[in-house]
């Protein structure tokens, strides 16, 4: 890929992170929800990076239906955690493109998400793992693997989607 080509494909992936965060931020759950592949994978280790989710605990480890299932929960205004809801922003940094090929665009960001709460106000800081695959002239997501700075301490009730 040339010069030129990689400008615009972290332009183009940078725009889509910045949106990810804004219906994040609002609370544009369904839009949000949009954003994903049928097969898409929503992981958020617990106790350090480099366990299997399948054999060890997770914060989040979602197939593209609990997706699913986790917003419906969230539009029932049954979730106490979120009542009032979490006013959040985040701040996404040092985008970075990683492979590119058949399974789509690695994409590496950091972020800093400011959450205000009545427990408390928190920030979470984390490094995340995407994969984009083009669907159109946009991308959706297959995989989004949050990576939690303190993911290895007790850890506030996560109920506001990170």
């Not at 890929?1 to 219906?23: I, N, P």
């Not at 299997?52 to 197939?63: A, G, L, R, T």
């Not at 995340?128 to 083009?134: A, I, S």
């Amino acid at each position: 890929m040339d010069h030129k080509g990689s400008a615009d494909l972290l332009l183009r992936v940078t725009e889509f992170l910045y949106r990810e965060a804004l219906y994040q931020d609002d609370h544009r759950y369904d839009d949000w929800e949009a954003l994903w592949t049928d097969d898409g994978v929503y992981w958020i280790p617990a106790n350090g990076d480099d366990i299997d989710p399948e054999q060890q605990m997770s914060i989040v480890y979602d197939n593209r239906s609990r997706i699913a299932l986790r917003i419906r929960q969230l539009h029932t205004g049954k979730r106490h955690a979120q009542a009032p809801r979490s006013r959040v922003r985040r701040v996404v940094s040092n985008i970075q493109i990683g492979e590119t090929g058949e399974r789509g665009v690695q994409v590496f960001c950091n972020s800093l998400v400011f959450e205000s709460a009545l427990r408390a106000d928190t920030l979470w800081s984390a490094r995340t793992e995407y994969w984009l695959r083009e669907v159109g002239n946009d991308f959706r997501m297959s995989r989004k693997n949050v990576f939690l700075t303190n993911n290895d301490q007790a850890l506030f009730t996560l109920a506001f989607l990170i």
